[in-house]
């Protein structure tokens, strides 16, 4: 499987990627917003981009489709719920269902509501696994719920979702936030070294070489991961004094992204 990582450089910082079988050149782009990119990026590889995947319905994933589709014929993939939500879906996904790209690509859809109720991930069926993740999970960050979605669903999602991937998966979310969710870890959670030690790569990245964490990284420096840390509990109870003694993790993860819309 090979990769693009396609940085946009606007305002909200989208990522775009392309995923190509090394075989036939056959691609997938995925949230392509910025057409001219994945267009001129697919050229420069010699791949023909047959096929389109939105993770979910909101305009900075799906504004590049009608440009793409318009140049190469691809097919539109959706979350099978975004049918009346993104127009000219070819091909409604539901959770299990597997996208097939060329001869030696298999990415498994994952039904993965909180960001929009119609969101989907993508994990491929690799040795080195890979989640493409749109707006659900960022590095060291959880999409907000603002436009469609629910927090109560998006903690469902990771706790019974993504939490349970393997640590080797590597993360391809749909932005770039990654310096900024850090500084709310570290603000959550101040004697979190590894997110510390994060950080200072994370102000001096160059987003078009961006950092390519893994859930295992996450899970020690993505405060919507770290439910039970005394710390991370501790420093809630200051924003919410009536806090149980031992809250439960939808709680933590509820109020810690309640803290994460004002931050």
């Excluded at 498994?108 to 119609?118: I, N, Q, V």
């Excluded at 706790?159 to 993360?171: E, G, N, W």
């Excluded at 149980?244 to 709680?251: F, Q, S």
Aim: charged fraction near 25%; include cysteine; glycine fraction near 8%.
């Amino acid at each position: 499987m090979l990769v693009e990582h396609i940085w946009t450089a606007n305002d909200y910082r989208n990522f775009n990627y392309l995923i190509a079988c090394a075989e036939t050149g056959e691609a997938l782009a995925i949230d392509p917003l910025d057409h001219r990119k994945c267009l001129a990026r697919a050229r420069a590889r010699g791949w023909t981009i047959t096929q389109i995947l939105n993770t979910h319905e909101h305009g900075d994933h799906t504004g590049g489709n009608a440009p793409v589709i318009e140049a190469t014929g691809a097919k539109l993939l959706a979350h099978k719920g975004a049918k009346d939500r993104i127009a000219g879906i070819d091909r409604g996904l539901g959770a299990g269902d597997v996208i097939k790209v060329g001869r030696t690509v298999d990415l498994e859809c994952l039904d993965t509501p909180g960001h929009t109720m119609s969101h989907i991930c993508l994990l491929s069926r690799t040795d080195e696994p890979a989640l493409f993740c749109g707006d659900t999970l960022f590095n060291a960050g959880a999409g907000n719920c603002h436009s469609g979605g629910h927090p109560e669903a998006l903690y469902t999602t990771f706790a019974t979702q993504l939490a349970k991937l393997a640590d080797s998966t590597r993360v391809y979310p749909g932005h770039d936030y990654i310096a900024r969710n850090l500084q709310f870890t570290l603000d959550r959670e101040p004697d979190n070294r590894e997110a510390a030690k994060l950080s200072q790569k994370a102000e001096r990245q160059d987003p078009e070489h961006p950092i390519v964490s893994t859930l295992g990284l996450e899970k020690e420096i993505n405060t919507f991961f770290r439910l039970q840390s005394p710390s991370v509990i501790k420093r809630l109870r200051g924003s919410f004094p009536d806090l149980p003694d031992h809250p439960d993790a939808k709680t933590v993860f509820v109020k810690l992204r309640e803290l994460r819309n004002k931050w």
